[in-house]
């Protein structure tokens, strides 16, 4: 398989070099060049993505992991960092679903900046949100959805990623992409009124 | 753009602060790819070497059972005086004047 890897017109020559060093000799080196070279890519996808309880640090280490376990299943058809970023965003699917909290969230869970901020949000108030309560409301309201939903909604409405870009880094079709991030924006609006109604 | 989406516009206010995370440069901590590989170095069991090893314990405690039902006697069977062999005994009844 490396060898129709190390051809991929999707792979870099000396990424390309570094897989068959790995492969083949065990080249310590080697995989330090493709730690290296991919590690922005993985954190790109595992920061920011996360409850802040869970260490950023292992899951990245998690991502490497299984990246050298599976890279005799990787065929060169996609580019080597898409194929990385599919496989962090497997280990946040998958760190996301081991915590599996999913609390149905109350008036009385937030904070008082996090109820400013709620109020400021339905009064259609935003100036006068403060950014860190929207971010910490933000995060409580994200722990409410399904780990796939929850990334979905992510990239798309807090990173800022077009759905061609989430298809690209999760390998999910557009069309599932679209209905998952409706379905969870739905559930956020619905949680948001009920949070406003509550208070 | 003005929304009438809550979500949205929280989601417009929570950017501001999540942006400067994801642009932050990504340097790899110290001694990062050192830890990775020592753990590929450690063997992860899969499935089948699960089974094997469970299969491997479990052989001392099959042959103890064995022997320990060997040497039992048997509970269950009532000891019955031996019946008087059926065809000795029409014998006796024919022969008997």
């Given at each position: 398989m490396h060898g129709e890897a190390a051809?991929?017109?999707g792979l870099a020559a000396d990424a390309s070099a570094d897989i068959t060093a790995w492969q083949r000799h065990g080249d310590q080196d080697a995989a330090r060049r493709l730690i290296?070279?991919?590690?922005p890519c993985v954190m790109?996808?595992?920061r920011g993505r996360l409850p802040r309880r869970l260490?950023?640090?292992d899951l990245a280490q998690e991502v490497f992991v299984r990246f050298f376990e599976k890279l005799d299943q990787y065929d060169g058809r996609a580019p080597l960092s898409h194929w990385v970023s599919r496989l962090a965003v497997n280990v946040c699917i998958d760190a996301l679903r081991a915590e599996a909290r999913r609390p149905e969230l109350r008036w009385a869970d937030l904070s008082e900046a996090e109820a400013e901020a709620l109020r400021a949000t339905v009064a259609d108030s935003a100036a006068e949100a403060p950014d860190v309560a929207a971010s910490d409301l933000t995060a409580k309201l994200l722990d409410t959805l399904d780990a796939k939903d929850r990334l979905v909604v992510q990239m798309l409405d807090l990173d800022g990623r077009s759905v061609r870009d989430v298809r690209e880094l999760t390998g999910w079709a557009e069309t599932a992409i679209r209905i998952r991030a409706f379905r969870?924006?739905?559930k956020l609006r619905k949680t948001l009124l009920e949070l406003e109604k509550e208070r | 753009m003005k929304t009438n989406d809550p979500w949205r516009r929280l989601a417009g206010m929570a950017r501001a602060?999540?942006?400067p995370d994801l642009k932050a440069p990504a340097e790899m901590p110290f001694g990062f790819a050192a830890r990775v590989l020592s753990r590929l170095r450690k063997p992860r069991s899969s499935g089948?070497?699960?089974w094997a090893r469970l299969a491997l314990r479990a052989v001392p405690l099959g042959a103890a059972a064995l022997v320990l039902f060997w040497l039992m006697p048997p509970a269950g069977r009532a000891v019955?005086?031996?019946?008087?062999?059926?065809?000795?005994?029409?014998?006796q009844e024919v022969m008997a004047p």
């Open positions: 051809k991929a017109p290296e070279a991919l590690y790109s996808i595992i260490a950023e640090e969870a924006r739905r | 602060r999540y942006e089948a070497e699960l019955h005086p031996p019946m008087p062999d059926e065809v000795e005994q029409l014998m």
